[in-house]
């Protein structure tokens, strides 16, 4: 039980563009959702907290305006980073809580923007 | 500001040894301690969980908390080169809340 896939597991674009990820929790309802980023040999960044059916939250730093989180059902959350930068090729990771205290991570999604 | 403090490591014990992994944390008011296990290039994985005073045992893996002196801790029995990851020590202060990470300890099991 408590399985996160998130889609996809890598992508690459170009700078400019747009890339939306998608992370789901597979047998189990997610009323929290959470995303975090990981430089390398770096621990994990907490980027926002999302709630399904109300705005995510911000960690101190992070742009909302550029890390764009909808949470529109109890098993999927989508993370969308808008225009692109090199300096946002990272590893995104989301995990998904239900009403417990566990966290449960996703595969992660390795993002290369050129 | 929350803090989870751990030694960077690398941490380096041989095939069969019992690694000792070590954890503290500054919130009080902490309610749930994990253990994650992170492999190079992967993301990471829950191993432990432990919520009171005490020891937990779970196959080869025993966490172990002590909230008076704000300190959780890891051992993993019978050491296995497959044991080879970065282990994350990480607090939370309530249901579905979100996590304080330590920076990691690095085990390396060596034949």
């Known amino acids: 039980g408590a399985v996160v896939s998130q889609h996809p597991s890598w992508v690459i674009c170009k700078s400019g563009t747009s890339v939306k990820i998608e992370c789901r929790s597979l047998?189990?309802?997610?009323?929290?959702m959470f995303w975090y980023r990981q430089f390398p040999k770096q621990s994990l960044m907490l980027m926002a907290t999302?709630?399904?059916?109300?705005?995510?939250?911000?960690e101190q730093g992070v742009e909302k305006d550029k890390f764009l989180i909808n949470h529109a059902s109890l098993t999927l959350s989508t993370l969308t980073v808008t225009s692109a930068h090199p300096e946002d090729s990272s590893f995104y990771i989301c995990?998904?809580?239900?009403?417990?205290?566990?966290?449960?991570f996703g595969p992660g999604t390795r993002l290369t923007v050129t | 500001q929350k803090e989870v403090e751990q030694n960077s490591g690398p941490l380096s014990v041989p095939e069969g040894a019992i690694a000792s992994l070590n954890c503290t944390y500054s919130d009080r008011v902490s309610q749930s301690f994990f253990w994650y296990r992170q492999y190079s290039g992967k993301s990471p994985e829950l191993i432990m969980s432990i919520y009171s005073n005490g020891d937990k045992e779970d196959g080869r893996f025993t966490a172990q908390l002590n909230k008076a002196s704000q300190y959780v801790s890891l051992l993993i029995r019978d050491s296995q080169p497959s044991d080879s990851a970065t282990y994350l020590c990480a607090v939370g202060t309530g249901t579905a809340s979100k996590l304080t990470f330590g920076t990691g300890t690095r085990l390396q099991v060596t034949l």
């Open positions: 999302s709630n399904e059916g109300s705005k995510a939250t911000y």
């Open positions: 995990s998904a809580s239900a009403s417990s205290y566990e966290q449960y």
């Open positions: 047998d189990f309802q997610a009323t929290t």
